[in-house]
């Protein structure tokens, strides 16, 4: 039997294995070297950040004794609803407030309300009328404007997603791909990049310049293929300034966006999970978004 397995005719076919199998193991390892390149990894996050339907993130921000702090959530598809939970704190005053926003209205409450003003009598303000009240805004369009502003991040210091996230189609995909590379939407420097490891992860973190006009152009064409009308008036030529540098932060295996910092009004936005749906429910009871601002009014 072993004389028949080394005879000539079977080291022929065992050369030809074991090539096969050499073929096989640098082919891969030529792959597994190409999928961490921070080129590759760069350009199929942005790809993929296409193909999204939701994400959950959070920001901060501070100027002088203010500060905010914002968690946000969307989620795209068959159910489009966004969630928006900010605390604004200045001084001895701390504010929270939760907003929902569906196809249909917006809704918003005050879920704490910390503050230092006293009433007629020198007490304490009564916020039982105005605390966990939800007030129901109908939208006059058909897109709620939380839920635009959340996804195009129009009330983020940045004026938008540095990158968009939504869930287009393929042909819808490709051609925004195209459009970003045509137009030198990304400078990002490649032979900078920051690797670090945590938690047994590969993070990249790039220095991103973000060319102005197209990353407008860029950001309303995204807008129009999701069924937004919010941005269809602007003209990205109003917006010709210097590229803005941006640090992303990449989870390279996941090809998913960790963390976005603009050093220039130190803006941070940390993206927390993707493709995870809004569970909170829709609220059944509410007032107007006038009755609010009375009872509101009413406590001064």
């Not at 080291?11 to 792959?31: D, K, Y």
């Not at 001895?92 to 910390?114: E, K, N, P, S």
């Not at 045509?182 to 938690?199: A, I, L, Q, R, W």
């Not at 010709?240 to 960790?258: F, M």
Request: proline letters at 5%; one cysteine or more; hydrophobic letters at 35%.
């Amino acid at each position: 039997m072993f004389k028949k397995l080394f005879s000539k005719k079977y080291r022929v076919h065992w050369l030809v294995v074991f090539g096969a199998v050499l073929l096989v193991g640098s082919g891969a390892a030529w792959w597994c070297k190409l999928s961490v390149r921070p080129e590759h990894v760069f350009w199929k996050t942005i790809e993929q950040s296409l193909a999204t339907s939701g994400v959950a993130l959070s920001s901060t921000m501070t100027q002088g004794e203010a500060s905010l702090e914002q968690h946000m959530q969307f989620s795209l598809g068959a159910d489009n609803r966004a969630l928006s939970q900010t605390t604004l704190r200045q001084g001895g005053t701390v504010v929270v407030t939760d907003v929902m926003g569906t196809l249909g209205a917006d809704y918003t409450r005050y879920a704490h309300i910390q503050t230092e003003r006293t009433d007629a009598q020198g007490g304490p303000l009564d916020l039982s009328k105005v605390i966990n009240v939800w007030a129901k805004s109908e939208n006059q369009g058909a897109t709620s404007p939380l839920l635009s502003q959340t996804v195009l991040g129009l009330t983020s210091p940045l004026g938008s997603m540095p990158v968009p996230i939504g869930d287009l189609n393929p042909t819808q995909r490709q051609g925004l791909i195209k459009q970003i590379r045509s137009e030198g939407v990304y400078e990002p420097s490649f032979k900078d990049v920051k690797k670090e490891s945590k938690n047994g992860r590969l993070y990249y973190t790039y220095e991103v310049k973000l060319q102005t006009i197209p990353y407008v152009h860029l950001v309303k064409e995204f807008a129009k293929q999701i069924g937004l009308h919010d941005l269809e008036q602007i003209d990205p030529n109003d917006y010709q300034g210097d590229p803005l540098t941006v640090q992303i932060t990449v989870d390279v295996r996941a090809r998913q966006i960790t963390e976005v910092y603009v050093p220039a009004t130190d803006f941070r936005q940390k993206f927390n999970s993707y493709d995870v749906r809004v569970a909170t429910p829709v609220p059944t009871e509410s007032i107007t978004a006038a009755e609010l601002q009375q009872r509101l009014n009413q406590l001064q």
